[in-house]
């Protein structure tokens, strides 16, 4: 089996029996330009090989570009997960052999099988074991692994060749949610502990290649608190068993296996160079950061046209969404008699105003109020990209243009009592639903990358899935007279 790595999560694997894309992110920068690929690297689209399985392990831009997706052949057998937006948008851009795959379901072709792992993070998402006569190799991408997805996935296979492992504890929106920076000790022990569970044979960092750019930078001091060396080397301790066969795959290199035998070859892909490696930008420095929200207004939205909308918004449709939902959606803010501060951060001011939720008609109130307990503070231009549908949620929280924290509690004679932080959501964000605002930007940048369909007929694919039970088995379409 030979995996080429094309940088962070999309690898190029190939089987005895079939040629599979997985998670392919082929230009940069993606997210809409607030993350690139690590190390930076060259992806030679027309030197991409052939291949005839498109594998997306979930919807996160990282993983899902549609972009990518847009300029590959639409008639090669697709795997996803069950993800409705996912598979719409696929269709729109003209793929016409997809196919859903449930946990622990599987896919047979030929002599390879190919199995779905399931997360506990219920995107929903995958992880894939790939199976030929060669061995045995389990990408588990961003899932989150189980002792019980372990303990299955080791009844079927019992020795793991390669391992392709979560590593990164990452902190993406810690900072901003007002959480701990702290060394996660517990959720870097599992990843550990999991390894030494599973026992591969050989084993690499997998994804979480990419850095934070432009506006978004500064988070890279945050985000990573492990180094590629230092997982490599704590891999060793936890697993000695495992010796020499730590590898650290770079864009552009190509890990083969056979017969327990390994073999890393660097930089020598034909359709990937790596350009550079400045790693050192991406040392974890929570204590040396300059976090200031700042509006660059990275779109160039009018400021008139920008400052009149969110006005509009703030002081009209939210206040009426609010007393609309007040016995539903707000109940939790009702009894804890949650006061709300909105502060947003145009490119020349910032604003402030408040929702008091212990009023009986609640409305909004300008300026500071010294008893609110409840924040958010946001850039004028990603709240109006929500406003406008221009931009998601994935977008907004992972740029650092968006905090958000909470003082809740309230005093008794017997002392404090405080809600679950989990009870109280932010209204912001009940009031922009992230499902219906990502189902429309998604379906908008499917309409700016999509590719002209019209030798779509002419390319048909020569193979279809049949299910048998629980497992898909690929076959050939009889040729026509």
């Not at 998670?23 to 920068?29: E, K, R, T």
């Not at 509690?409 to 009940?430: F, N």
């Not at 990502?438 to 193979?463: D, G, H, L, P, R």
Request: proline share 5%; charged share 25%; glycine share 4%.
């Amino acid at each position: 089996m030979e995996i080429q790595m094309i940088g962070h999560a999309s690898i190029f694997v190939e089987t005895q029996d079939c040629k599979i894309l997985m998670d392919p992110v082929l230009w940069s920068p993606y997210l809409q330009g607030i993350e690139d690929v690590y190390p930076k690297r060259e992806v030679i689209h027309e030197l991409l090989p052939d291949f005839d399985l498109l594998i997306i392990s979930h919807w996160h831009s990282d993983h899902f570009d549609i972009r990518s997706l847009a300029h590959l052949p639409k008639t090669v057998d697709v795997l996803i997960p069950q993800d409705k937006v996912l598979k719409n948008c696929l269709i729109k851009l003209g793929y016409s052999q997809i196919y859903t795959v449930e946990d622990f379901s599987e896919v047979k072709i030929g002599s390879t099988s190919i199995l779905a792992t399931r997360s506990e993070n219920r995107v929903p998402e995958f992880g894939i074991v790939f199976s030929d006569l060669s061995g045995v190799f389990w990408n588990q991408v961003d899932s989150n692994v189980s002792l019980d997805t372990i303990r299955f996935v080791k009844s079927r296979y019992p020795q793991i060749d390669f391992l392709l492992a979560p590593w990164q504890p990452m902190l993406e929106t810690n900072y901003q949610y007002n959480k701990s920076l702290s060394f996660p000790y517990s959720s870097y022990n599992k990843c550990l502990k999991n390894i030494s569970m599973i026992q591969p044979k050989a084993i690499a960092p997998g994804a979480n290649g990419f850095k934070k750019i432009n506006g978004s930078s500064w988070l890279n001091k945050i985000v990573f608190p492990v180094t590629r060396e230092q997982f490599c080397k704590d891999v060793r301790m936890v697993y000695p068993e495992v010796g020499e066969n730590v590898f650290s795959l770079e864009p552009g290199d190509i890990l083969v296996f056979k017969n327990n035998e390994f073999r890393h070859m660097k930089e020598i892909c034909q359709f990937v160079n790596k350009l550079e490696d400045d790693r050192d930008i991406l040392d974890f420095s929570p204590v040396n950061i300059d976090g200031n929200i700042i509006d660059d207004n990275p779109d160039n939205y009018n400021l008139d046209e920008m400052r009149e909308a969110i006005e509009e918004e703030v002081l009209f449709n939210f206040p009426k969404f609010i007393q609309e939902k007040k016995y539903s959606l707000f109940l939790e803010h009702c009894h804890w008699k949650v006061i709300y501060q909105l502060e947003i951060v145009f490119p020349n001011c910032s604003r402030r105003w408040s929702f008091d939720f212990s009023e009986k008609n609640i409305s909004v109130q300008a300026g500071r109020n010294p008893f609110a307990n409840l924040f958010t503070l946001i850039t004028a231009s990603s709240f109006y990209s929500l406003l406008k549908r221009f931009r998601g949620w994935e977008y907004v929280a992972l740029s650092g243009y968006h905090r958000r924290f909470q003082k809740i509690y309230v005093v008794t004679p017997h002392g404090i009592i405080q809600p679950d932080e989990k009870e109280i959501e932010e209204p912001i964000s009940l009031r922009f639903s992230n499902k219906d605002i990502f189902e429309t930007v998604q379906y908008q940048e499917v309409e700016k990358w999509k590719q002209s369909n019209e030798n779509s007929a002419a390319n048909e694919s020569k193979t279809f899935m049949m299910k048998v039970g629980n497992t898909l088995v690929r076959l050939v379409k009889e040729e026509k007279n």
